[in-house]
């Protein structure tokens, strides 16, 4: 049984394809651990050119999504809105709450997602009014749709189903888990470009390891993020060639 299922309303359902049988979400989805449909906007536009938009009202440029298309098709996928619905319905949209870890965390605690993917200048109100539970923005800028949003999305809560992540240990220890900046990270070789890999992180002390990278994501985030801390004024950017703070 699928944990979480995942339906997707847009004017383009050929975009999600390939992103659908690629790694991590092909995975999810190939596993069964997450089902996505992606439905067409247009089988919900009767009239013979299939009509999705419209000039708006008050003037001005560009389309506005047409209402009747966007909540019959809402409706049949998730039921009318109010408590008995069959599935939290979420617009993608810049006017929406900003997207973060935590806000993926409760989506992927849900059973059935619609995401609706806007297109042209976005969805008369209505559809908002009648028919959305929640907008999400994925940051301060204009797309020409919500589709890469929906991805976000997607592969956002994909990772965090259980049996998804190879190593659930992963998903616990990375960026904004503990609401701070991941620090660096290194592999091999232990010296390129004639940097050398910290040797606390070759000296198989885990403690040592442990602390080590504890203090560098506090630093890196006080420098880059200060916000996650709670901590006023954005820090200055990093110099392009690094901290230069001591690599021991
Ligand atoms: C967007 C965002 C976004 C705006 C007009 C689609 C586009 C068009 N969605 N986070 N930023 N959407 O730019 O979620 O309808």
Redesign the pocket.
Known sequence: MATLRIDVLTLFPELFGPFLRTSVVGRAVEAGLVEVAVHDLRDWAHDRHRTVDDTPYGGGPGMV?KPEPLVEAIEALAGARGPGRSAHVVL???Q?AR?DQAGLARLAGRKRLLLV???????DQRVIDLGIDEE???????????E??AMAVIEGVARLEPGVLGNPASAGSESFQAGLLEGPQYTRPPVFGGLAVPDVLRSGDHAAVAEWRARRARELTRRRRPDLLGEAGPGSEESASGSGEDES
Not at 117 to 123: D, F, I, L, N, S
Not at 136 to 146: Q, T
């Open positions: 999504m993608l949209s810049p929406g997207l993917c806007g297109r042209y200048e976005g969805v999400l923005s994925i940051g301060d800028y204009v797309l020409a749709g919500g890469v949003p």
